[in-house]
Each structure stands twice: as C-alpha cells, then as structure tokens.
C-alpha cells in the first residue's frame, strides 16, 4: 500500500464566487415566485412549482443519507474519503423538510393542490360532488392522517441523518471504532425504515395529485429518480471541489465508482418506466390510461425530453469506461441527468395540478434557479464546518489508495 501526504485537516471555506452567486441564485428565486403570486391565475402554477422544487430538494438531501448509509451497510472501502459530502447534504435534511411541509400544508389549505381528493363534498354521498373511489380511499388519503405520515417519515429520516452525520463528527475527535460500528447499527435500521417508507412517502407527496391514478410502481420509479439524483449531486460537488484545488486525494477511480452507478441507476430508472408505462398501455383501463393520455396530450416534448435526458445521455456518454473517469464528461452528464430528473419531476405534478393554467417560463425556471442557489448556500456552508475528510475512517487508507 503506498503512502500519501494528504493534508487530513483541509477545509472548505465558503466565501467569493461560490457564496455570491448562490445568494443571488436566491433572490432570482424569490423575484419569481413573487411575481407568480402577483396574478391570481398563477397561483396554481407557482404552488406546484414550488412543490416540485421542494420535493426535489428533499428527495435529493435523503438520498444523501440513504448513500452513507449504504457505504456503512455495505462496509464499503472506496468512499470512505468522500463521505462528507453526502453528510453535508445529509445535514441540510432538515431544512428541506421544512420547506417541504409548508408547502404542501400551504398547498392544503390555500391553493388545494390536492384538489383530486382534498375537496367539498368528494366523501359526501348526498353531495353532487362524490366520488365513490375517492371515498374508498379517504382512509388513507385524508389531511390529518396525510400531514402526520410526512411529518413521521420526514422526521425520522431527518433524525438518521443528523444522527449519522454527528457520529461522524465524534469519530473525527475520538477516534477508535465505536462510532463506526453504532454507524452500521443505526444505518441498518435506517434502511429497512428508508425502504418500506419511502414508496409511500412518494405515492402521498406525488401520486396522490391524481388520485383516481394508481400504480404500484411508482414508490419504486420516484426512488430511482431520487437516488440517481442524489449520485449526480455528489459526483457534481465533487469535481467542482477537486477543481478548486480541494480533495487532492479523489482520483479518476473514485470518479470511476460514481459514474458506474449514474449509469446502472439511470437504466434501473428506465426499466421502471417502461415497465409502469407498458403495464398502463398493455391494460388499456381508462382510469390508468389517462395518466399518460394528459402527458402526450399537453406535455408531448417534455414526455421525449425526459426520456433523452435521463436514459440516452447517461447511457451512450457513461457507457464507455474512460468517459467515466474524465472529470469533465462526467460532470456534463451528472449536470444533464440533474435537469433530466428536474423535467421527471415536471412531467410527474404538472398536469395533475395545473391543468387550466399549465405553461413554461419565468416562474418555472426562476423558481428552480431560486432553489439550486438554497440548496448550493446550504450544503457549501455545512460542508465548510467540518474537514473535508473524516481522517478516522476505519477504511480510509483503502480510500486513499483506490484503484481501479
């Protein structure tokens, strides 16, 4: 094993460009979803953008933990030098599910994006608004029991993020294997909670848009998305930070690891697809066949856009083994799979939330530049609090020593 003379005490220093430019990302975001409120027929359409926005934020920030998790399940050796990162977006969790729930409470009771099954006289037999399948599923799908399942699982996700990043932080300080293996424990139960909930967490926050639509899919093809998205992140952060002369210490194989699951998560995430599309078509039941009916009907190109970006690009770019470990090439298409998940998430809210007033511009891209900025201020200023690498890592010499 060679030796290195890594400095183990480096750290991010949040300030110049990075800082600026985030903030002002910031402001863009305001400026259009103040000016989507100014006119009440784009109130709708904001609110569903911000859900959108929202909802990435968050699914991207817990897929962060999912991936510490997974590294210390897995007792996995090639990222135990990169792990800060995903802890840094582990730790903005939090944040997000604030945004998250005001939203969606917001969406509740002002703007009624859950219009298909939170609305007057849907549960009511003598209303002339019922809705027998609605009725049927108002067990499940009512506010109060609604609000507390997010409220539950986002809470508990939360808790094991900050839970992992802070044994991390102790490990940094104690040293020894304590922290690691209460690491493992913890990420164990993480897991099994993680994987039984978070197709639930989707089918209440996304599915339930269009309530008289079901698939049971569908938890698996949002944690496809989140997942990969989540990659993409940390690839992009990354090479970003190795660009700026940070983590000397990530080479072309670490960069190798993480474009191999770009690539073998954006075709799980086409395998999906397909399969929740081919079932609905094959069928040929108009309850489900018009989910995709109101895509091709009013978001024609966005239906193909999604497809080439997040299944064309990762695949013919990623497919070769040397485009995995340039630095440029995959920064290009984790940068192209982020905008493709972005128009995933698009084609998934809009039509079941603004269908009179559905359209494209400067509300739908402010509002996403608005939350980039969020999301780059928060993740650069926790990953500036702590070393960039956790110098106590029971496998961080294999780290440093990967190769490929």
Request: with cysteine; aromatic share 18%; charged share 10%.
């Amino acid at each position: 094993m060679g030796t290195h003379n890594y400095n183990l005490t480096e750290q991010f220093e949040f300030t110049g460009k990075a800082k600026t430019l985030s903030i002002v990302a910031i402001v863009i975001g305001i400026a259009a979803i103040g000016y989507g409120f100014s006119a009440e027929a784009l109130h709708e359409r904001t609110f569903a953008n911000l859900l959108l926005m929202a909802y990435y934020f968050a699914c991207v920030c817990m897929s962060g933990a999912f991936f510490l998790a997974v590294q210390f399940v897995a007792q996995a050796g090639w990222s135990a030098s990169i792990l800060r990162v995903p802890q840094a977006m582990a730790r903005v969790l939090p944040i997000a599910v604030i945004i998250l729930l005001v939203v969606m409470g917001l969406g509740l009771y002002t703007h009624n994006l859950y219009h298909h099954w939170h609305a007057d006289g849907l549960t009511d037999v003598n209303s002339p608004n019922y809705d027998k399948l609605i009725d049927g599923k108002s067990a499940f799908l009512n506010v109060p029991f609604f609000m507390a399942r997010q409220v539950i699982f986002l809470g508990v996700y939360s808790i094991f993020a900050m839970l992992l990043s802070k044994l991390s932080a102790n490990e940094d300080l104690e040293g020894g294997l304590n922290a690691y293996r209460k690491s493992f424990k913890y990420s164990c139960i993480f897991l099994v909670i993680y994987g039984f909930t978070t197709p639930i967490f989707a089918f209440d926050t996304v599915m339930s848009l269009e309530a008289h639509w079901f698939s049971t899919m569908f938890g698996w093809y949002n944690f496809a998305a989140m997942w990969v998205s989540s990659l993409a992140t940390i690839a992009i952060i990354i090479i970003l930070l190795r660009k700026a002369g940070y983590m000397s210490w990530v080479n072309n194989s670490h960069l190798h690891n993480l474009g191999q699951f770009i690539f073998g998560f954006s075709i799980f995430w086409t395998y999906v697809w397909f399969a929740q599309f081919l079932l609905i078509y094959y069928a040929n039941m108009p309850e489900e066949t018009v989910y995709f009916y109101k895509r091709f009907e009013h978001y024609e190109f966005w239906f193909y856009l999604n497809l080439i970006l997040n299944f064309l690009a990762p695949v013919l770019l990623l497919m070769d083994r040397d485009n995995k470990r340039q630095e440029n090439i995959l920064l290009t298409v984790s940068i192209v799979v982020l905008c493709g998940h972005w128009v995933d998430y698009y084609q998934m809210i809009m039509p079941g939330t603004v269908e009179e007033h559905h359209g494209f511009g400067i509300i739908e891209v402010g509002t996403a530049i608005g939350f980039v900025g969020l999301f780059t201020f928060t993740v650069l200023n926790a990953l500036s609090k702590k070393p960039l690498i956790a110098k106590n890592h029971p496998f961080l010499q294999e780290s440093l020593n990967h190769h490929l």
